[in-house]
């Protein structure tokens, strides 16, 4: 098995570390402070080409293969200590765009992609409802026909991107008989009269990346809002879901990577009872296992992109990657605030600031938990 990248996935892969290095990270301390979004590092990744990545030349994109996506991020989530703006990408990127690529008409295509991958404009999804979180099928929000428009009713909750977006994927049922096969996903712009984005809510970590509630309020839609067929909105969500745990968690191991760096340097030179605290075995054996964390989170990734390069479905694979890699996200950066001792604690040494981003990684796109269901359930459990 090869897993060697070519000599030009090697350079791109540098050229993003290192603009990541020069360009993300202003002010990300004050700017999780304050819960800032940081419109010229989004600008910035636009321009690089980050948000055009998936999305073929003919809708303005340089569509890469998904292994080049998955370095871009990796790289991403090593050089930009800034998880908010990378988790504001990750949302727009495989939670707005992939679906309308996928199942988008030409139209919609042509409409959204071009701005979408030149940043002109910001996409998320909105699936989450107050009472319908793991079980995201049991939603209620309602999206009824009448004549050639949908009126759409309902309130969703935890929107990464809503504060900024332009478009939301906005996930409804269609007919309420059908369970989960009633469910259609329908793109809905800013200002469409009844689509209120409430305020920004705070949070525990990933401050940078606005998230809000949404509430629908006879929203109404013209029918070619609609993504897809009637009753596709679950088959939508399970592509982008593949996707998000796929691409997403290449940032996290990226961000692994550089915590680790940091902690061998710290280690070397942070000294107590006159040697450097790396020598003693009870610190050293942390790293090793954090380096351990990252090579297995490289290799399930590594499994994910042959799977889904091959046109492939990585259903089992890309749980297992998520569950994975989120966990050992946390493992790791718990590892990393005791390995700095008190100054791992203090806000300045950019250590607390992992572990309070990287759990957020154990909730969204399906918490552990469902993750543990989904594999469960392939072995006939
Ligand atoms: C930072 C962040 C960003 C998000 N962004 C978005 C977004 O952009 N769009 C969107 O639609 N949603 C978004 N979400 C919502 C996210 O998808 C949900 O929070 C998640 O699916 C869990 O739903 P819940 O919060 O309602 O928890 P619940 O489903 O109420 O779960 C509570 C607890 O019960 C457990 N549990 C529930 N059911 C089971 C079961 N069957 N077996 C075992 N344990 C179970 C859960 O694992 C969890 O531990 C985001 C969430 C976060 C934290």
């Known amino acids: 098995m090869d897993f060697s990248l070519t000599p030009e996935q090697k350079e791109f892969k540098r050229s993003v570390l290192k603009f990541a290095k020069n360009e993300l990270n202003r002010d990300v301390i004050e700017r999780d402070h304050s819960s800032e979004f940081d419109w010229e590092g989004w600008k910035k990744c636009a321009e690089l080409g980050i948000q055009a990545l998936p999305i073929p030349e003919e809708y303005g994109g340089v569509g890469e293969d998904i292994v080049t996506c998955m370095l871009a991020m990796q790289a991403l989530g090593y050089g930009c200590t800034d998880a908010g703006l990378l988790f504001s990408l990750h949302s727009h990127m495989w939670t707005c765009e992939i679906p309308i690529l996928t199942f988008g008409s030409d139209e919609q295509k042509k409409k959204y992609l071009p701005r979408m991958a030149a940043g002109e404009i910001v996409g998320g999804h909105a699936m989450t409802e107050p009472g319908a979180g793991s079980d995201a099928y049991s939603l209620m929000s309602t999206a009824e026909k009448k004549g050639d428009r949908y009126i ?223 594999i469960a359930s392939w072995l006939g459990l």
Not at 193 to 208: A, C, D, E, S, Y
Not at 271 to 282: E, L, P, T
Request: glycine residues 10%; proline residues 2%.
């Open 152 to 374: 759409l009713n309902g309130s969703k909750t935890f929107i990464s991107n809503a504060p900024i977006a332009d478009v939301l994927l906005v996930f409804a049922l269609t007919d309420k008989t059908k369970g989960w096969a009633g469910i259609s996903g329908f793109l809905v712009d800013k200002g469409t009269k009844g689509f209120i984005v409430g305020n920004p809510l705070h949070k525990m970590g990933l401050r940078t990346s606005p998230t809000a509630e949404v509430t629908l309020e006879d929203c109404e839609v013209p029918e070619e809002c609609r993504l897809g067929r009637e009753g596709a909105g679950s088959a939508i969500f399970n592509a982008e879901m593949e996707w998000e745990r796929s691409c997403l968690f290449s940032s996290h191991l990226g961000m692994m990577q550089r915590q680790l760096d940091k902690c061998v340097q710290y280690a070397k030179d942070r000294k107590q009872f006159g040697q450097s605290i790396g020598k003693f075995q009870a610190v050293s054996h942390k790293m090793a296992d954090m380096r351990m964390r990252i090579e297995l989170g490289e290799l399930i990734l590594h499994k994910v992109a042959w799977l889904k390069g091959k046109g492939k479905k990585a259903h089992l694979e890309s749980a297992i990657a998520k569950l994975f890699i989120s966990e050992s996200a946390v493992q790791n950066s718990l590892d990393a605030v005791q390995i700095h001792g008190g100054y791992g604690f203090m806000t300045e040494y950019e250590v607390e600031r992992d572990l309070r981003d990287t759990i957020g990684g154990k909730l969204y796109s399906g918490t552990s938990e469902i993750q543990r269901n989904i």
